[in-house]
């Protein structure tokens, strides 16, 4: 059995760190001393982020039992709160090499399909990143699934690409699938403007089963009251002066003009400054902090600023003790908040399609010849 100087130590060598980096104890304490909850059942982790679909799932008792993630960034994000380095790009790995699982997650990304039009089904995708969600649901033939993506994907390509991916899963795969768009502020009880489709899917034969338990009851979730405000979120103290606009910046004088109330969060829009009048704060992007458009901005007692890192990251919901590992950039740290998910809006879906499957009796029913489960 290791001690705990040599796991320090293997944390160390794999982000990178030197051996008495503060935040080494944080991360040892986060994943040696936790309560593992009792698994109910198995589940893999498809472009994985920095892993804001897993938890949910995870506190909900399941076990993950693979994850990609191509990233190298992310998956250090993900060792520090997982201890596991997600497997890299998703089309080096077989998909027979993936173990049998219940649920697959997956946030993919939208593309376009090369051959749209010619309504080949299934092989229509080939090519792009859901082709291989669809091979693996092909292959082992999961209870069910949970997709995340834009909002756009519903409009994208003239509707042709989410017609196509619905005929895949409904027609070709045998899944029913449910899908809402969904908005954190009105679904999560957090204060952000984002809205994100959510595609549930379960197998035909499981979902038969379930007549006097219709989905429709567990999905979409009910929308909630929005109690948060942008300063439950935002720290009060004066931070480091690398997230302030000095008054020499190109864009100070219009930023000082522009940005009147401590009560906004604003955005610069590469050339102008658009202002919030929802008191919440607009979406988060990949691109923000890198110089584009989209950056969150505050006024605060002590000048203008940036959100930091941390406050992106409680914006998306994660918990106070999530770990964003410091040695990272922080632009590479606002990419990796604003590609991930609202976590609790991903927990109550995860909360209803669960408890839908157990209802069901999913999990117990599934035979153990996982073989069984192909499309032959």
């Known amino acids: 059995m290791q001690t705990k100087k040599e796991k320090i130590n293997y944390i160390a060598a794999t982000l990178n760190y030197e051996v008495n980096e503060p935040q080494l104890e944080l991360i040892y304490t986060k994943l040696y001393n936790k309560k593992e909850a009792e698994k109910k059942f198995r589940f893999i982790d498809l472009f994985a982020g920095i892993g804001g679909i897993r938890f949910p799932f995870e506190k909900l008792g399941g076990e993950c039992v693979f994850t990609s993630e191509w990233d190298v960034n992310c998956q250090k994000t993900y060792f520090a709160n997982y201890g596991e380095i997600p497997n890299g790009d998703i089309n080096s790995i077989e998909v027979n090499s993936i173990p049998n699982h219940d649920i697959l997650l997956a946030g993919f990304p939208c593309q376009a399909f090369s051959v749209a039009g010619y309504r080949k089904g299934f092989d229509d995708t080939r090519g792009t990143l859901f082709f291989n969600i669809a091979e693996i649901l ?172 941390k406050e992106c990251a409680r914006f998306q919901g994660f918990p106070e003790n999530f770990i964003l590992p410091n040695n990272l950039a922080d632009s590479k740290l606002y990419y990796q908040i604003g590609n991930s998910v609202t976590v609790p809006l991903i927990k109550r879906v995860a909360d209803n399609f669960i408890n839908y499957l157990i209802k069901l009796d999913a999990f117990s029913r599934e035979s153990n010849n996982w073989k069984q489960r192909k499309v032959l």
């Open 138 to 309: 092909k292959e082992h033939r999961p209870i069910g699934f949970l997709l995340e993506n834009v909002k756009g994907l519903v409009g994208h390509n003239h509707g042709n690409t989410f017609a196509r991916i619905k005929e895949v899963l409904e027609k070709e795969l045998e899944y029913k699938i449910y899908t809402k768009v969904l908005n954190s502020m009105t679904h999560a009880n957090i204060p952000q403007n984002r809205e994100r489709i959510i595609i549930i899917g379960v197998r035909k034969d499981i979902n038969s089963l379930g007549e006097e338990h219709n989905i429709h009851h567990e999905f979409p979730p009910e929308e909630i009251k929005l109690t948060k405000t942008i300063h439950d979120l935002i720290e009060k103290d004066k931070k480091d002066e690398k997230y302030y606009y000095n008054k020499n910046h190109k864009y100070y004088e219009e930023l000082n003009k522009s940005l009147k109330s401590k009560d906004t969060i604003y955005q610069w829009r590469r050339h102008y400054v658009r202002e919030n009048k929802n008191n919440v704060c607009p979406t988060l992007t990949a691109n923000m902090g890198t110089g584009g458009h989209n950056v969150p901005i505050i006024r605060d007692s002590f000048g203008i600023r940036k959100l930091t890192p």
